[in-house]
């Protein structure tokens, strides 16, 4: 399926980890594309500023510049994370593609590892993965 499609299948509902999850509106095979991160470039320097100074970040850092998505309605900004993630990002200079780790079905939450974010390990986890490091 086309990615776009997928992408603008997904939407948002409650979330068993934590506040507001991200669905998958269709099922997803293993490895295919499923959206790119939207939202406002800024310099990485700005938004490790902006970071600062937020409860809920929801910026990605790309190799040139920053995707704020904090004002965004839809979309990645929305993705929880796991231990145990159901996709993973590809980022490159100018963008951050999302693609499924594994077969997702339709009505599954999405979720990533956040690996480097701006918590830097500050944050308890909640994912509730077998293998759950403990913080974010
Ligand atoms: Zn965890």
């Known amino acids: 399926m086309n990615w776009?499609?997928?992408y603008e299948a997904m939407y948002v509902a409650p979330s068993r980890i934590v506040g507001q999850g991200l669905y998958a509106g269709t099922s997803i095979k293993a490895k295919a594309k499923i959206g790119e991160f939207e939202g406002e470039q800024v310099s990485i320097r700005e938004a490790r500023r902006r970071a600062k100074t937020k409860?809920?970040?929801a910026i990605v850092e790309c190799g040139l510049y920053a995707l704020d998505a904090t004002d965004s309605k839809r979309g990645f900004r929305f993705i929880n994370h796991s231990c145990d993630p159901n996709t993973?990002?590809?980022v490159t200079d100018t963008r951050a593609e999302f693609y499924?780790?594994?077969d997702i079905r339709k009505g599954e939450e999405?979720?990533?590892?956040y690996e480097e974010s701006h918590h830097n390990g500050q944050l308890p986890c909640q994912c509730g993965a077998k293998?759950?490091?403990g913080k974010i």
């Open 100 to 102: 499924a780790l594994r």
């Open 88 to 90: 993973f990002t590809r």
């Open 55 to 57: 409860e809920v970040i």
């Open 131 to 133: 293998n759950c490091r």
């Open 110 to 113: 999405l979720t990533v590892d």
């Open 4 to 6: 776009k499609k997928t």
